[in-house]
């Protein structure tokens, strides 16, 4: 679905933020990428939609080649959330704002009061759809930027950190949302800081200092402490527990296996 | 006393003047010196609003909030009765994005601003700002960079860098770890702490992560649709039944030693407060 091949990119010259990367993602895959603070995640997610012009390298989504003439074609079908809905508000209402992607998109507009209506429901946010995005809590924001996107029906979806700013209980909602839509065929990409949410996709891409250090089965991924250390990642909770029973020279079959199952969080 | 909202009421008012009830009828007695609270609820309950007032930056529509002693209603402030700069160089607030709180060209000005502001000279605010930007986790190099080109989570440290500098009497978080990388998030927790434990200064935070709240809040606080419905010990909190009603969850390792106990009969000999502690128990019954 997503091919990445070479890609390079530099903010200023001379400062290479991206080295040479190399990726691909499959249609109805659910991928997350993982590291540190500045690795490179937000920056290759803006240079898959065109937001960014890569120094070296391409993108190639659904058999377009990423260019100025396909970018168009492409945001059709690629929606992204990003890091700060703040960036992402465009309407004066909560439901002008929804309304601006899929008039992008020339939907009816039977059709796109039906999504509004739907998506905001989907959010929590029906009440507020005559609200101004900018007046709103930092939760309520992520949950409008979300909506805006998933109304829009995407073939792909980018989460950059979309949920970090939600309850528990409103995370878990959203979560459970992109693993129905992923059911459905819909490919996801997450980028987020964590674990709990990155053991749910197929699979673990870890940057580190803008480049690939792992690439793998998420559950692999995951139990790679080494790797994970390095980019400023950790072992989820029960999984930093084994290492330490095993280190401790403490063996109890039952235990491990539990220990293992509910990081694995089925 | 530290800071005490009375009777407490504040609505946002709307473009066209209709109001949204943020804040309703809070009485809140915070120490000042000595509590790390945890202030906690489900999205849009009032926090960032509660949080606002503490610094005046937010004055209550009725009812007041005594900060270090200045009285500030409405009606003091509409007669600029109240001097803002003490407050807020006492009570030093880390925003939710950081895109509000920096404005200024260099990271170093950001960092510095603050510091001066409150009569620090040139040479120690930036000998200040030299320090702190290595206690957030970033190096010297950031200082010359402009805030605006950096990533969530580099604005992010910068931010809390601006408000640690200004050596605030009274530190109030909102969401400092949220885009934070893991190891990010437990070093920079572990600075707030130390902070409290070495100086006694209190500490006021705002999360979701509940495991935080479980790991070094001495007292939770918890909104709901503008009221304060629980303020009290984080581990009783966590022993209700009914958490799930506010949009919380349990801490990881609660949960982990509930599944243990349940699916595997392990009798541990108390409920575990730290990871070190679970290790320690399940050792011992183990070996
Ligand atoms: N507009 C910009 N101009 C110059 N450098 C930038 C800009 N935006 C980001 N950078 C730098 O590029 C690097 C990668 O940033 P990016 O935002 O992609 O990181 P990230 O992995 O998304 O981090 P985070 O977890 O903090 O969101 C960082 O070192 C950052 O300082
Ligand atoms: N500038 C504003 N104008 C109008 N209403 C606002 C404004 N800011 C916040 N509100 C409303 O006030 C209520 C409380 O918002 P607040 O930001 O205090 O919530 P919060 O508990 O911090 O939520 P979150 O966890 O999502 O950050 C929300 O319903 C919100 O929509
Ligand atoms: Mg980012
Ligand atoms: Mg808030």
Redesign the pocket.
Known sequence: MIEIRNLSFEYQTGKPVLHDINLSIEKGEWLTILGHNGSGKSTLSKLIVGLLKPKTGSVVVDGLTLSHETVHAIRRKVGIVFQNPDNQFVGVTVRDDIAFGLENLQVPRDDMIERIERFAQKVGMTEFLNKEPH??????KQRVAIAGILAMDTDVIIFDEATA?L?PKGRRMIVDYMRQLNREGVTILTITHDMKEAVLSDRIVILKEGKILLDGEASAVLNNRAMLEQSNLELLLPLRIRHALTERGVRHPGLEALLWASSLNK | MGIKFEQVNFA?Q?PDGQK?L?LANINLPIHETGEFIALI?E???????LVQHMNALLVPDTGSVTILGVKVTKEAVRKKQIKLNPIRKKVGLVF?FPEYQLFEETVLKDIIFGPKNFGISDAEATARAHDIIKVVGLDESYLSRSPFNLSGGEKKRVSIAGILAMEPDILILDEPTSGLDPMGRDELLTVFNRIHTTLNKTIILITHDMNTVYRYAKRALV?RSGYLVYDGDPRALFSRNNIDNWNLETPDILSLQQAITAELGLKLPHIAHTEEDLLAMLEAVLS
């Open positions: 007046a709103l809590s930092g939760g309520q700013m309850d | 946002y709307g949204y943020a609820g999205t849009g309950s009032g926090k960032t609003t939710q909104m």
